[in-house]
T-cell receptor, first 114, second 109 residues
Framework: DSGVTQTPKHLITATGQRVTLRCSPRSGDLSVYWYQQSLDQGLQFLIQYYNGEERAKGNILERFSAQQFPDLHSELNLSSLELGDSALYFC?????????????FGPGTRLTVL | GQQVMQIPQYQHVQEGEDFTTYCNSSTTLSNIQWYKQRPGGHPVFLIQLVKSGEVKKQKRLTFQFGEAKKNSSLHITATQTTDVGTYFCAANTGNQFYFGTGTSLTVIP
């Protein structure tokens, strides 16, 4: 158990819908990262937040947005869902903001778009 | 495009054989991390390499960072069935985090 929690575990929805994925980092960790893992794309970095502020942005679509709240939990919002958005979404946390920090991954949320 | 290439994509070995996965970048990396993901699981951090030419060992696992800091390798000696999983390298350039495509290791008992 990494100490990172993600809810829900599974999510099934239809195209065009909007969903919110939630992540609680390890106690004391200030950084939260979001990743998308699909079979053909591997593990893609989406976005990083550090202590409530956006720190780095990766291949995140405009239909996707994220935020980190004062209690440090984070939410990833996916809207106008398409079939291709079906994937495993991981959240990870680390103590610092820089790249030299070990990331602890949560169990993931499996999103299926029908 | 993909910043970090990893080969091979799949590797099947007989238990007891050695295994190596390679990670290559076209740009100089500040550091490289290795993660292992068991089937159905999430990535778990294994190690981080920072210095040029660095070599680190963890029991049967040996990690190397190239002199030019553009490539890295993970070598497992005498594989065991518990080594099954996908091994990813992860690199940072600027503020971007790039994971390699991963090498899926199957160990045949």
């Amino acid at each position: 158990d990494s100490g990172v929690t993600q809810t829900p575990k599974h999510l099934i929805t239809a195209t065009g819908q909007r969903v919110t994925l939630r992540c609680s980092p390890r106690s004391g960790d200030l950084s939260v990262y979001w990743y998308q893992q699909s079979l053909d794309q591997g593990l893609q970095f989406l976005i990083q937040y550090y202590n409530g502020e956006e720190r780095a942005k990766g291949n995140i679509l405009e239909r996707f947005s994220a935020q980190q709240f004062p209690d440090l939990h984070s939410e990833l919002n996916l809207s106008s869902l398409e079939l291709g958005d079906s994937a495993l979404y991981f959240c990870a946390s680390s103590g610092g903001q820089g790249p030299l920090n070990e990331q602890f991954f949560g169990p993931g949320t499996r999103l299926t778009v029908l | 495009g993909q910043q970090v290439m990893q080969i091979p994509q799949y590797q099947h070995v007989q238990e007891g054989e050695d295994f190596t996965t390679y990670c290559n970048s076209s740009t100089t990396l500040s550091n490289i991390q290795w993660y292992k993901q068991r089937p159905g699981g999430h990535p778990v951090f294994l190690i981080q390499l920072v210095k040029s030419g660095e070599v680190k060992k963890q029991k049967r696992l040996t990690f190397q960072f190239g002199e030019a800091k553009k490539n890295s390798s993970l070598h497992i000696t005498a594989t065991q069935t518990t080594d099954v999983g996908t091994y990813f390298c992860a690199a940072n350039t600027g503020n971007q985090f790039y994971f390699g495509t991963g090498t899926s290791l199957t160990v045949i008992p």
